[in-house]
């Protein structure tokens, strides 16, 4: 078999095709999950987190929460402790299965396209909190974006387990 050898404008011009190529791919959304065993029943913990605003009551880094309302969608507006708010929107829930959904509107967070839903489910004689997250990094590394959103969930889950007790 003869190799022929590429001109150096056909290989510029494949380079320059596959950046594009690569440049137009959506990037991939990126995951956060945690999760808290409580030493309460799924009914006591809904309760003290399941309002959309109550995460002002229980995470540490929110120092009040402020509800509102955008056509029929919750709004939460966050304050946060030494500066900042984010502005949240409730996009759906179910009482009877203890969790709800909720998206970021605006925020001083590394993330974009950001949806979460925080969910209660029974764990032997108590409760598992879980916390999941989907984004995309915005103005950061992805693992800085993760790290991030983990910690913000970790500092959470402490702040339920605390609020429970």
């Known amino acids: 078999m003869r190799k022929t050898p590429i001109s150096a404008t056909a290989f510029v011009a494949a380079a320059?095709?596959?950046?594009?190529?690569?440049?137009?791919?959506p990037a991939l959304a990126l995951n956060v999950s945690r999760s808290a065993e409580i030493a309460a029943p799924?009914?006591?913990?809904?309760?003290?987190i399941g309002d959309f605003c109550g995460i002002g009551d229980?995470?540490?880094?929110?120092?009040?929460?402020v509800p509102s309302k955008k056509g029929d969608k919750d709004i939460r507006t966050l304050s946060l402790?030494?500066?900042?708010?984010?502005?949240?929107?409730?996009v759906s829930r179910s009482d009877d299965r203890h969790n709800y959904t909720?998206?970021?509107?605006?925020a001083p967070l590394p993330v974009e396209g950001y949806k979460s839903t925080i969910s209660v489910r029974p764990s032997g004689a108590g409760s598992k909190v879980i916390?999941?997250?989907?984004?995309?990094?915005k103005g950061a590394e992805d693992a800085k974006a993760e790290a991030t959103i983990a910690g913000i969930y970790e500092a959470g889950l402490k702040g339920i387990a605390d609020k429970v007790k």
């Open 42 to 48: 799924p009914a006591k913990v809904w309760a003290a």
């Open 131 to 137: 916390w999941v997250g989907e984004f995309k990094a």
């Open 16 to 25: 320059v095709a596959s950046l594009a190529a690569m440049a137009a791919t």
């Open 102 to 106: 909720y998206t970021i509107l605006e």
């Open 58 to 65: 229980w995470h540490p880094a929110i120092e009040k929460c």
């Open 81 to 90: 402790k030494g500066g900042g708010t984010i502005i949240e929107e409730q």
